[in-house]
């Protein structure tokens, strides 16, 4: 069986394009895509139990607190949607985020 010059750029771009999609998937077993997780408040970033990178949550765990704009005190603004472990952390204390922010990554186990 002979493939046309078509038909093998054709399946080219369709290898490449699912090679770049699983490297997007980030770390980990193939199929298990990477949670990105977001703020529901917007403030500033406190060291007060921010993840880090490597620490194994569960589903509920506060990732990151803030301090609220309107109240100054210090509140859950992430939490892990999932069983897994961190893989990233976009924020440092002293960040300031606003809702809808992605914070942090996790790979679900």
């Known amino acids: 069986m002979t493939l046309s010059k078509r038909a093998l750029r054709a399946l080219g771009v369709v290898l490449m394009v699912a090679g770049i999609a699983a490297l997007a998937a980030g770390p980990g077993t193939a199929g298990q895509a990477s949670v990105l997780v977001r703020v529901v408040i917007s403030g500033e970033v ?12 569960k589903q509920g765990d506060p990732l990151l607190f803030l301090r609220g704009s309107t109240s100054g005190a210090a509140v859950p603004a992430a939490v ?11 924020v440092r204390p002293g960040d300031r985020v606003n809702i809808g922010d992605v914070v942090a990554v996790i790979q679900p186990q």
């Open 80 to 90: 892990a949607s999932v069983d897994g472990r961190v893989v990233e952390v976009r």
């Open 46 to 57: 406190l060291p007060l139990q921010l993840a880090t990178v490597g620490q194994i949550v």
